[in-house]
């Protein structure tokens, strides 16, 4: 039976038109299930034979608009062979960070390319990179960070109102937040002094769709203060996928300072936000993939940015699994019929959204794509990759994993302890629910997990944030499938 297209109100428009044209190729890219091919696969060597392309061969001529990019050229290439399970051999994994550390800026933090000025998106995509592919020691990237100046450098960009702009001379941007909390986080130099007001800031950011802005309106007194609440700060745009899953990780990395913050807290609208995501999936003639705004076309990095964001509502109670606050050992999972009951009362539907990755997402020649018959890239291919990953296991934050963490911390005389152990306890509390994978088209599709804040494997999460915190991540005692090692 053929899937039902989105109903208009009789009055065509250019928006209207151009969803049914994109229907109408989607419908081309759902299987027969009579044939003997349709069963998804996710073709795990055309991808790896396009990512290793880029990385030793060098990037096509039309990235050369990408110049400033480089570290997220880079980071979205390691990542991907990251879940993939694919690791590097030393050499390249060597050449990886010397790039990476050309990109070092003198006085803090990393810029798009050698010699440019310092950013906060490359920055936490350099990191990030160096979180795969670097190690402690002599030319192994870690202990070439200079934590000291990017602290400068991150500081140097903050606002009276609690937030930050990416560059000097730039805008503000939550993905600018997004990126430097996560960077502050793993290198453990996030502090009260770094944040304060910055959680809300993001609040400001909410619109009364549910999601996020890139921003909101500065509000300040004719002395230069910032206003108490509830002054008004209009959200600056349309709430949008991207911002929304950078705003709502920051909110969750935020919430060790936000305890700690004086009356009137501020507060995100929960429910409103988790109703604007679950609509942001796409019905059954787009297949169940995500659309980054409301009207908009559904395209496959939203698998990450609104897919990935679930996970993010859990951790503060809200949309979770049966098993999330338990950690008791959950029901069966697999791949045969049936096995999809279990999950059906989820906030999201993980089936359709592996579906649609399968199925629109990957290109023939390898590599992932928004939707056909668009050609793949780099960021899709990881961000597709992402969001299948996040669709087909569990991660959630474990109490018990926590409570871990905290038992074998190692108090020190620095400043701020107290905090530095709830950043840390919080950061690697994420866990794999045994048991709760649901992969779509079988094992052989499965891809390692990905750390829901960091967009890293959890291996590499703890290995980066182990070696800065100068502390000891207890080994994960697993009752069933043991984990995949991430390359």
């Not at 995509?125 to 202990?143: E, F, K, Q």
């Not at 995100?268 to 659309?291: A, P, T, Y």
Request: glycine share 10%; aromatic share 8%; net charge negative.
């Amino acid at each position: 039976m053929t899937p039902k297209p989105t109903p208009i109100d009789g009055f065509p428009t250019s928006t209207s038109r151009t969803q049914a044209e994109t229907e109408a190729v989607l419908l081309e890219h759902i299987p027969d299930p009579s044939s003997p091919h349709a069963k998804p696969t996710l073709q795990k060597n055309a991808h790896m034979q396009f990512l290793v392309r880029n990385l030793v061969q060098g990037f096509p001529t039309r990235y050369t608009s990408q110049d400033a990019s480089q570290p997220w050229l880079l980071f979205w290439t390691l990542q991907a062979f990251s879940v993939l399970q694919v690791a590097l051999d030393p050499g390249n994994k060597q050449k990886c960070i010397e790039k990476i550390m050309s990109w070092q800026h003198p006085d803090g933090g990393f810029g798009g390319g050698p010699g440019q000025a310092a950013h906060l998106l490359p920055t936490y995509a350099s990191v990030c990179a160096l979180a795969i592919v670097g190690r402690p020691g002599p030319n192994g990237g870690w202990d070439q960070i200079n934590r000291k100046k990017m602290y400068d450098f991150f500081l140097s960009l903050k606002q009276k109102d609690g937030s930050f702009l990416v560059a000097h001379h730039s805008e503000v941007d939550v993905r600018g937040i997004y990126c430097l909390l996560i960077v502050a986080s793993l290198l453990d130099i996030l502090t009260p002094e770094l944040v304060e007001g910055t959680a809300a800031f993001i609040a400001s950011c909410q619109t009364y769709e549910g999601g996020f802005a890139s921003a909101s309106h500065p509000i300040f007194t004719l002395n230069g203060s910032i206003p108490p609440p509830p002054a008004p700060r209009p959200p600056l745009g349309e709430a949008h996928g991207g911002y929304t899953f950078c705003a709502l990780a920051s909110w969750v990395m935020l919430q060790p300072f936000v305890a700690l913050s004086p009356e009137p807290k501020p507060t995100i609208d929960l429910k409103n936000l988790l109703r604007w995501l679950v609509h942001m999936q796409g019905i059954e003639i787009e297949l169940g993939g995500f659309k980054g705004r409301t009207n908009k076309l559904v395209d496959g990095c939203y698998s990450w940015w609104c897919g990935g964001a679930f996970a993010l509502l859990e951790a503060l109670g809200l949309g979770g699994l049966q098993n999330a606050e338990s950690d008791e050992v959950p029901i069966d999972s697999g791949t045969g019929a049936g096995v999809w009951d279990d999950v059906d009362d989820g906030p999201f539907n993980r089936e359709a959204l592996q579906e649609y990755i399968l199925n629109a997402g990957q290109h023939p020649a390898g590599g992932l794509r928004d939707k056909p018959p668009k050609n793949a890239d780099a960021y899709h291919t990881l961000y597709c990759l992402s969001g299948l990953s996040s669709a087909q296991h569990h991660i959630f934050p474990s109490k018990v994993r926590k409570q871990q963490l905290v038992d074998v911390w190692e108090a020190s005389e620095e400043p701020n302890d107290n905090i530095r152990k709830d950043v840390f306890s919080e950061l690697l509390s994420w866990t794999e629910e045994e048991g709760a994978s649901h992969i779509v088209g079988g094992h052989e599709n499965r891809l390692n997990a990905t750390h829901p804040l960091s967009n890293l494997t959890i291996t590499h999460t703890e290995g980066l944030a182990e070696y800065f915190y100068k502390q000891k991540v207890p080994v994960r005692v697993r009752t069933g499938k043991p984990e995949a090692k991430a390359a």
